[in-house]
């Protein structure tokens, strides 16, 4: 059990489009530029929340297809994600586009920090009768693996309690 040390710090990453602002407004209640066209988030934008008595502050970065830093945004958001300061990341994934959205995944995890990931946009998924088995890329990747649906609102508290969860990895903080 990690002592809770006062506030934590979350990253929102993940491709384009995948719903990072959709879900960082869900969590914080902010009201971030939410369209249907990719490059939207173009500079870090901050908010928080308080759940189960954790103050958690959330950094929404830009949309990258991977940290290779070829671009501003992949720039901000290595850049953020290796700084040191967040204590986790939630890596939003459209779970219609799993594979796709893996590459950046595996980037994350190898930056070695603590990943939670999102599986966003199931409706969409199974709607093309995609389905994943959540368990099963939880066991394989080794880190939590929540489902949402951001676009009505499904999945937010369970987000929540994997995002304050992180204060009871040992060793995560
Ligand atoms: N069907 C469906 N659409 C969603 C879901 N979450 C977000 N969207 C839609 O997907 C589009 C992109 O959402 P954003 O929240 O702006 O995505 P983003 O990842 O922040 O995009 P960038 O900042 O450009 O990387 C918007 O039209 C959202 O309404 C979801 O769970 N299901
Ligand atoms: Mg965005």
Not at 2 to 8: A, I, K, Q
Not at 61 to 78: D, W
Request: charged share 20%.
């Amino acid at each position: 059990m990690v002592e809770n040390s006062g506030e934590l710090k979350i990253a929102l990453a993940g491709n384009p489009n995948t719903g990072k602002s959709s879900i960082f407004n869900l969590l914080t209640g902010a009201k971030q530029h939410v369209g249907n066209w990719p490059g939207k988030t173009v500079a870090r934008a901050h908010g928080s929340f308080t759940h189960e008595g954790h103050v958690v502050e959330i950094v929404d970065l830009p949309g990258t297809y991977s940290l290779n830093a070829s671009s501003p945004e992949e720039i901000v958001a290595r850049e953020y994600l290796v700084s040191g300061v967040p204590d986790a990341a939630v890596v939003v994934v459209d779970a219609a586009n799993l594979e796709r959205n893996l590459y950046l995944v595996v980037q994350i995890l190898e930056t070695n920090v603590p990943v939670i990931l999102d599986l966003n946009m199931l409706d969409a998924a199974s709607s093309r009768g995609i389905q994943v088995d959540a368990a099963e890329l939880s066991a394989q990747l080794g880190v939590p693996v929540v489902s949402t649906v951001a676009r009505s609102s499904t999945g937010l508290e369970e987000l929540k309690d994997a995002i304050v969860g992180v204060f009871d990895w040992e060793g995560a903080l």
